[in-house]
């Protein structure tokens, strides 16, 4: 079975339909480009992840790629930025308006703008074929697909570099981060005034908890009806504690996740206990009220190519994972999706020029943000630190550091 259209455009084959294929998608099909997306989840992803940073270069790749500001919602906006001492009182503010957004608003802004036909679940890659004039993806189930270009936009754990790039893997940094969401209206109304018109901090030794306002159930995001989202990192060594947070109710222990059903009992009380302990109030309340928090080992992925093949690229997660302090994974995924398609448009009759082009680009990039983020996550994996280094990362955890460098471009050098 051969997923083609003969339509006389060129065509691009992508695998993954999160938010790197679904950039890639839109973005091509406004260039001129027939494409269809590959996920390999045989359901709708809307509803999964939780909070997103967005930056100004995000709503301009938006627009090209279709959803209109003026018409669209992207997300909630903050006056500024707080950090909150151990008592609770305000220890330092920071004036910096910015619109926070969750995963599943966005993914469904841009589900909803690409045409139904184009997008295929349950569809998990199995082998790539490249002819001299075509790509030829291989599923699982038998299907196959052909085209001009084949773009791996599929993740952290991308099937396209495992099959062309097997030696780059991503790895473990030494610290996780606990995450959850919380109904605002959960929250007591003294919590509420501290943190929901705030991107919020609070620093315990060694320790990073963040928050931030986002849409509620059904988007809503009027207040009242909106959500609180949290990111509390902490160390972790991987033959120990990260060890013992991700063995499961039954035993068994998995590697690097963990579904959030099956996080033991115990393990969930003793974070609200050091949350009690070591937090704020505020936040202490807030993960006192989070149903279900949930692991994220923080890892780190760098590629030494986004050109796998004479036809093949990999963008957004499948290339670089950057520890999510500089708060650019869905901002940097839009972004090589734009540049992939400038490139494309800049050499439309020499496809490896193009290929090229967009890697010299992006690869520079990609690993200034990684630069970034391990300068301003480092504190946090102190046990894996020299003295000196350990001082030098201190300069990143003070209140000021902190509200000024947090998820926003700025330190990010090409």
Same mark, same amino acid.
């Given at each position: 079975?051969i997923?083609n259209?003969?339509?006389?455009?060129?065509?691009?084959?992508?695998?993954?339909?999160?938010?790197?294929?679904?950039?890639?998608?839109?973005?091509?099909?406004?260039?001129?480009?027939?494409?269809?997306?590959?996920?390999r989840?045989?359901?709708?992803?809307?509803?999964?992840?939780?909070?997103?940073?967005?930056?100004?270069?995000?709503?301009?790749?938006?627009?090209?790629?279709?959803? #209109?500001?003026?018409?669209?919602?992207?997300?909630?906006?903050?006056?500024?930025?707080? @950090?909150?001492?151990?008592?609770?009182?305000i220890?330092?503010?920071?004036?910096?308006?910015?619109?926070?957004?969750?995963?599943?608003?966005?993914?469904?802004?841009?589900?909803?703008?690409?045409?139904?036909?184009? =997008?295929?679940?349950?569809?998990?890659?199995? *082998?790539?074929?490249?002819?001299?004039?075509?790509?030829?993806?291989?599923?699982?189930?038998?299907?196959?697909?052909?085209? #001009?270009?084949?773009?791996?936009?599929?993740?952290?754990?991308?099937?396209? *570099?495992?099959?062309?790039?097997?030696?780059?893997? &991503?790895s =473990?940094?030494?610290? /996780?981060?606990?995450?959850?969401?919380?109904?605002?209206?959960?929250?007591?109304?003294?919590?509420?005034?501290a943190?929901?018109?705030?991107?919020?901090?609070?620093?315990? &030794?060694?320790?990073?908890?963040?928050?931030?306002?986002?849409?509620?159930?059904?988007?809503?995001?009027?207040?009242?009806?909106?959500?609180?989202?949290?990111?509390?990192? *902490?160390?972790?060594? %991987?033959?120990?504690? +990260?060890?013992? +947070?991700?063995?499961?109710?039954?035993?068994?222990?998995?590697?690097?996740?963990?579904? &959030?059903?099956?996080?033991?009992?115990?393990?969930t009380?003793?974070?609200?206990?050091?949350?009690?302990?070591?937090?704020?109030?505020?936040? %202490?309340?807030? @993960?006192?009220?989070?149903?279900?928090?949930?692991?994220?080992? /923080?890892?780190?992925?760098?590629?030494p190519?986004? $050109?796998?093949?004479?036809?093949? %690229?990999?963008?957004?997660?499948?290339?670089? @994972?950057?520890?999510?302090? $500089?708060g650019?994974?869905?901002?940097?995924?839009?972004?090589?999706?734009?540049?992939?398609?400038?490139?494309l448009?800049?050499?439309?009759?020499?496809? #490896?020029?193009?290929?090229?082009?967009?890697?010299?680009?992006?690869?520079?990039?990609?690993?200034?943000?990684?630069?970034?983020?391990?300068?301003?996550?480092? =504190?946090?994996?102190?046990?894996?630190l020299?003295?000196?280094?350990?001082?030098?990362?201190?300069?990143? *955890?003070?209140?000021?550091?902190?509200?000024?460098?947090?998820?926003?471009?700025?330190?990010?050098?090409?």
């Amino acid at each position: 079975m051969i997923l083609n259209r003969a339509s006389g455009r060129p065509k691009a084959i992508i695998v993954g339909g999160s938010m790197a294929g679904l950039f890639c998608a839109l973005l091509l099909r406004k260039s001129g480009w027939d494409v269809d997306v590959f996920e390999r989840i045989g359901s709708e992803l809307s509803g999964r992840g939780a909070g997103i940073v967005t930056h100004g270069e995000l709503f301009e790749i938006l627009q090209r790629a279709g959803i #209109d500001r003026e018409t669209a919602t992207v997300g909630v906006t903050v006056e500024g930025r707080r @950090v909150f001492g151990p008592d609770g009182t305000i220890i330092g503010s920071l004036p910096l308006p910015q619109i926070l957004t969750s995963w599943g608003h966005l993914y469904s802004l841009l589900r909803a703008t690409l045409p139904a036909e184009c =997008y295929h679940h349950g569809r998990a890659l199995s *082998r790539v074929e490249e002819r001299a004039d075509s790509v030829v993806a291989h599923f699982q189930d038998g299907a196959s697909a052909d085209g #001009d270009l084949l773009i791996g936009a599929d993740g952290i754990f991308s099937t396209v *570099r495992a099959l062309l790039a097997p030696d780059v893997m &991503p790895s =473990y940094v030494g610290y /996780i981060a606990w995450r959850g969401l919380v109904d605002e209206s959960d929250l007591s109304a003294e919590t509420r005034e501290a943190l929901l018109d705030h991107f919020s901090f609070a620093l315990p &030794p060694g320790e990073q908890m963040l928050g931030y306002p986002v849409a509620g159930a059904g988007e809503a995001m009027e207040p009242g009806r909106r959500r609180f989202n949290f990111v509390w990192y *902490r160390p972790a060594a %991987a033959d120990g504690a +990260l060890r013992t +947070l991700l063995t499961d109710i039954d035993g068994t222990t998995h590697t690097l996740s963990i579904p &959030p059903n099956r996080i033991r009992p115990e393990v969930t009380a003793a974070l609200r206990g050091d949350a009690r302990r070591l937090l704020a109030p505020q936040f %202490a309340e807030v @993960v006192e009220k989070t149903a279900q928090p949930f692991i994220q080992a /923080i890892q780190d992925l760098e590629v030494p190519r986004m $050109v796998l093949g004479r036809r093949i %690229a990999i963008l957004g997660d499948a290339a670089f @994972v950057a520890r999510p302090h $500089v708060g650019m994974g869905v901002t940097k995924a839009a972004a090589d999706a734009q540049a992939l398609v400038a490139a494309l448009q800049a050499h439309p009759d020499a496809l #490896d020029e193009a290929l090229l082009a967009f890697e010299a680009e992006r690869l520079r990039f990609g690993a200034a943000v990684i630069r970034r983020a391990r300068e301003l996550g480092a =504190y946090m994996q102190a046990q894996l630190l020299t003295a000196d280094e350990r001082a030098m990362a201190e300069r990143h *955890r003070h209140p000021e550091a902190v509200m000024a460098e947090t998820a926003v471009a700025a330190g990010i050098a090409a």
